[in-house]
């Protein structure tokens, strides 16, 4: 059940009820617009990864802006872009059992529909559903370039998965999906570097062997937030898959940018809005958002703007701050923003996006396909 908005279009921001999930327009703005500029030369195209925002309204901004559609990890992901007007769907994960897979196919007589494999026995039920269905469904291989996820083994492992789907009544083989997630957030710019120069030539081998037999790679996907410049500049990848770029998060804020800063190109625009509910001592404060409000996997939340007041505990409906300042004026009621550890997965949490301009509610985006697990 959808929750309603905790805001209404034109109001103060100090007016909107907390927690809720507030989008920087400005910001989110100008990120969009800097990594279509950055890969605008390149001749790479932009697949970003809608598993981060969960949006079409998002989705098709990014599409506006010269993206040539979107990645979703699930069926019901894909069943939310296509039904909200994104007509070109790379499903970058592996779908397996009948129901999914006959969603899959259903789905791909209305939009472009690509989907990842790395199992021969997936092959022939996607070849099955695809030919019941009466569509050619555009298949990838998911090869492991290093993240030990999953993928299949690179060069002849991927040959005979090729050589299958090339085979298969109903499918085409589309290429590769060559994502080094491990490497997003190695902090360190050289290392990062040096784990996609690693992937890269795994992938490189794979296409080698793989036009060798006659079997063209057409679109070799990968590439996050956090390396796509390696992997755009590489003359490998052709497609990349960054997510995270249009909000940021506290996590990837910790990784060092060439210049050994921390930080990087992007903006934070995403943030979950909170209110002070309890200030029992100098040193602490209690809001009220906490573990249903956040993700805290990749640690604890930032406080936007406020060095000397630190978010140390979540609790279901409670989040604990240490005040290092005594003298920090804080009192109950008053509002603040959290940069999120993980923007993935906090914003699974939320039914709206409530977008600001300045200091005034312009929009409210609704998270489609929340809760999209399936």
């Keep these: 059940m959808s929750t309603r908005p905790a805001a209404e279009v034109g ?12 989008l920087d327009l400005d910001a989110f703005e100008r990120n969009i617009a800097r990594l279509a500029g950055a890969v605008a030369d390149t001749g790479v195209r932009l697949r970003p990864h809608a598993k981060s925002h969960k949006c079409p309204v998002i989705a098709l901004r990014q599409m506006a802006s010269g993206a040539v559609g979107v ?10 872009m296509v039904y909200g007007g994104v007509p070109d769907v790379l499903v970058s994960n592996q779908i397996v059992g009948a129901p999914k897979i006959a969603r899959l196919v259903a789905l791909a007589k209305q939009a472009r529909v690509a989907v990842c494999v790395d199992d021969a026995a997936n092959v022939a039920a996607l070849s099955e559903a695809a030919s019941a269905f009466g569509v050619r469904l555009p298949v990838l291989i998911e ?16 040959l005979a998965l090729a050589k299958q789907i090339a085979a298969s009544p109903g499918l085409r083989f589309g290429g590769l999906q060559a994502y080094q997630g491990a490497a997003q957030h190695i902090r360190d710019y050289t290392k990062r570097k040096g784990a996609i120069d690693a992937a890269g030539e795994k992938t490189r081998r794979t296409v080698e062997m793989l036009g060798h ?13 956090g390396t796509y410049r390696f992997e755009s500049a590489s003359g490998i990848w052709n497609e990349l898959q960054a997510g995270s770029y249009i909000f940021m998060d506290a996590d990837y804020l910790q990784n060092l940018g060439p210049d050994g800063k921390p930080g990087g190109e992007f903006e934070q625009s995403l943030f979950v809005y909170a209110t002070v509910m309890s200030r029992p001592t100098k040193d602490r404060a209690v809001l009220d958002a906490g573990l249903k409000a956040l993700s805290v996997d990749s640690g604890m ?6 060095q ?22 804080l009192s109950v009621g008053s509002k ?15 039914d709206w996006y409530v977008c600001y301009r300045g200091n005034r509610v312009e929009a409210l985006w609704p998270i489609t396909a929340r809760g999209a697990i399936l």
């Design 11 to 22: 109001m103060p921001l100090d007016a909107v009820d907390t927690p809720a999930l507030l």
């Design 71 to 80: 990645c979703c990890q699930k069926v019901s992901e894909a069943e939310a």
């Design 143 to 158: 090869v492991n370039v290093g993240a030990e996820r999953c993928g299949v083994e690179p060069g002849e492992p991927a």
């Design 213 to 225: 037999h006659g079997l063209a790679c057409d679109v070799v996907s990968g590439a996050g937030t």
């Design 301 to 306: 939340p930032r406080v936007a703007g406020m």
């Design 308 to 329: 000397d007041v630190e978010y140390i505990r979540a609790s279901d409906e409670h989040g604990k701050l240490t005040l290092h300042d005594p003298g920090r004026v």
């Design 336 to 350: 603040l923003r959290l940069i999120p550890g993980h923007c993935d997965p906090t914003v699974n949490l939320y």
